[in-house]
Nanobody, 113 residues
Framework: QVQLVESGGGLVQPGGSLRLSCAASGFPFSYYAMSWYRKERELVAYISSS????HYADSVKGRFTISRDNAKNMVYLQMDSLKPEGAAMYYC??????????WGQGTQVTVSS
């Protein structure tokens, strides 16, 4: 059974930090690129299967960092200097060429003073 389980969301003040985690199981994790999305499927960050390539939305560059641990089947999103517009449900997404993709259920991030 494929699972992507996000955690780490919560309430943070503007300027604060959160670290999101996504635990993957049931598929060959190291074969899949991983991404974080928010809101209406807005791509926030992407990391290649090996972790050697990353991509960020312009709105989060320099503040967010995506990483992965293929030994633990985990992907992370370190979010620093959070802004109110960063409040959203954040989703973990697994994709690979010519195979089906997978979505997690999301973790809520609230940015408010």
């Amino acid at each position: 059974q494929v699972q992507l389980v996000e955690s780490g969301g919560g309430l943070v003040q503007p300027g604060g930090s959160l670290r999101l985690s996504c635990a993957a199981s049931g598929f060959p994790f190291s074969y899949y690129a991983m991404s974080w999305y928010r809101k209406e499927r807005e791509l926030v960050a992407y990391i290649s299967s090996s972790g050697g390539s990353t991509h960020y939305a312009d709105s989060v560059k320099g503040r967010f960092t995506i990483s992965r641990d293929n030994a633990k089947n985990m992907v992370y999103l370190q979010m620093d200097s959070l802004k109110p517009e960063g409040a959203a449900m954040y989703y973990c997404y697994a994709s690979a060429e010519d195979v089906r993709d997978y979505w997690g259920q999301g973790t809520q991030v609230t940015v408010s003073s």
